[in-house]
């Protein structure tokens, strides 16, 4: 499964002893005490407090201006909260260099990442500097720019990226170098992108919690006691956290809009095949698909614009026109029906996402939509997702059971186990419930243009469980029980977003999760963008001091 060959990568420093080795707590950013510790993380010895004297000064909430409006030059620190529309704008005219933009990056993350621990297999930072001055110097020359030229970017440890380790999260890959980029990762260098890392992830991006063994926890930007989400935790957190202005993921059973809900960020889950995949063993398999998260909807449909269009490697991905991410994303929602049911028609819901979510239904009847309680029917939709996904896991890790099993986490194993007991008949039985619910959804979309409900089921929870095992006393019973109001509507096949809608009384995010019509994307990006100017949620960034 791995490739490439092992050793050092000029620039790139890698951990080479286990969780609790020095190397690995100053590699990944991870201090001791989050070292990685069997079922559940050391004590916190780093609270909020500890976490607001150490990340330097800031406000509160940072706006962000609009798309292409950047007139003036943020000073250094404020680079950091600066929309990737115009942080791009601001380096290609002229008015910041790709250097600066860097700069004040690497310092951010200096002060933050040793207690987030996003960004992991850093650059040396004279390599990153050195990869900005090249950015700069084809600006200086008249060359032609890419949309993303000179923002630095790092990439999820999922993707096999050139120059950097390709874990997954697992020490059974701790050393592994790919030969050759991602499809994504590809077009994300040929925008113009700067590669400083990688970001965090469980381990085969099991879960939507983002730990792992090789670089330990990553921890919540708003609250470093909590969770920042999973599978594309780390770049969650490296987004709310203003270490970087852009980030990949990718979305299984909610893999990039959970960690939008965790971390305040925009979490955009694409129709399966807009954005391809590979390489990727399975590229009919329909469930999982590569995505954008951003601080805003105009940076993930500026992402969008980068990541979407055919791919010859990927049999599944579809015609698309990457250039429709880059209109207007203003445009008149009203009148447009939507369906209102937070709990998907009656999923344990904790009571304080309930409220944050309760608040804005108001919001879409404000911009003259009509809402209206209605439930999709997705019957089946938990039989289908956990067989597909066993399935999927059997064939991908049932051959590392025999050599590699006391590598693996508990859930990998159980689950890796259970993929390979998956009968015949129960994967039929599967596929057959799963044209009857797409059917459904059909018909459920004559009537309703979005969907509006939970992303997950409770705020972020505490960062040294290894998964919640209870919701509003409702008890889950499984790993990822949890993420039920995720992985439901991965069965549809339909485009789905989350976009900040509040917090907590005690200051943990809440998203609201918008699905779109199948195909509907840039529709589903354009509600989401009316949303998000309505309420303003997401220009509250994380205190530091």
């Excluded at 987030?116 to 084809?138: P, Q, Y």
């Excluded at 977003?497 to 609201?512: K, Q, Y």
């Amino acid at each position: 499964m791995a490739g490439g060959p092992t050793g050092m990568v000029q620039g790139c420093r890698l951990a080479r002893g286990g969780p609790r080795d020095a190397g690995a707590s100053r590699i990944g950013g991870l201090p001791p005490s989050y070292a990685y510790n069997g079922r559940r993380m050391t004590p916190d010895k780093h609270d909020r407090r500890d976490f607001l004297r150490v990340a330097g000064a800031g406000a509160l909430l940072a706006s962000t201006p609009g798309p292409g409006e950047a007139t003036s030059v943020p000073a250094a620190a404020d680079l950091c909260d600066t929309s990737a529309v115009d942080l791009a704008a601001l380096i290609k005219a002229r008015k910041v260099s790709a250097r600066e933009v860097m700069a004040a990056h690497l310092d951010r993350i200096r002060k933050v990442n040793p207690t987030i621990n996003a960004i992991v297999a850093k650059l040396d930072d004279d390599a990153c500097l050195a990869l900005a001055d090249a950015a700069d110097a084809r600006t200086a020359k008249g060359q032609a720019l890419g949309p993303l030229h000179g923002l630095p970017i790092a990439f999820k440890d999922l993707q096999p990226a050139v120059g950097f380790p390709y874990t997954r999260g697992s020490l059974i890959y701790k050393d592994a170098r790919p030969t050759e980029d991602s499809v994504l990762v590809e077009r994300l260098r040929r925008a113009g992108a700067l590669a400083i890392g990688k970001t965090n992830t469980p381990e085969f991006g099991m879960g939507s919690h983002t730990y792992n063994k090789v670089y330990g926890t990553t921890r919540n930007p708003y609250d470093p006691s909590k969770s920042a989400g999973g599978s594309s935790g780390g770049a969650g957190a490296a987004l709310a956290s203003g270490m970087l202005p852009i980030a990949d993921g990718s979305d299984m059973g909610g893999s990039l809009r959970n960690p939008g809900n965790f971390n305040n960020v925009v979490g955009f889950r694409p129709t399966v095949g807009v954005v391809p995949s590979a390489p990727n063993p399975f590229p009919l398999f329909g469930f999982s698909t590569n995505g954008p998260l951003a601080r805003t909807v105009a940076d993930v449909a500026m992402l969008m614009s980068v990541m979407a269009g055919a791919d010859p490697r990927d049999p599944g991905s579809a015609p698309s026109d990457p250039a429709s991410f880059r209109g207007r994303l203003e445009t008149e929602v009203r009148g447009k029906r939507i369906a209102w049911c937070p709990d998907l028609g009656g999923l344990p819901l904790d009571p304080r996402v309930r409220t944050v979510l309760a608040a804005q239904r108001q919001t879409f009847e404000t911009l003259g939509c009509i809402v209206e309680d209605a439930v999709p029917d997705l019957r089946d939709a938990d039989n289908i997702f956990l067989t597909m996904r066993a399935f999927r896991s059997g064939l991908s890790y049932g051959p590392l059971l025999a050599e590699h099993r006391a590598e693996m986490k508990p859930e990998a194993v159980t689950e890796t186990e259970a993929g390979l007991a998956v009968t015949t008949a129960a994967l039929g039985k599967a596929m057959l419930q799963h044209g009857q619910l797409l059917e459904r959804m059909r018909r459920f979309e004559e009537r309703y243009d979005f969907i509006c409900c939970a992303v997950n089921q409770l705020p972020p929870f505490d960062a040294t469980l290894d998964w919640p095992k209870a919701i509003d006393g409702v008890a889950m019973e499984h790993y990822v029980a949890w993420m039920k109001s995720a992985y439901w509507i991965t069965t549809t096949f339909r485009p789905a977003i989350s976009v900040p809608a509040g917090f907590t009384d005690d200051g943990l995010p809440v998203g609201l999760q918008i699905v779109g019509r199948h195909r509907g994307d840039l529709g589903l990006l354009q509600m989401a963008w009316r949303f998000e100017q309505a309420t303003g949620v997401g220009k509250r960034r994380p205190a530091r001091g």
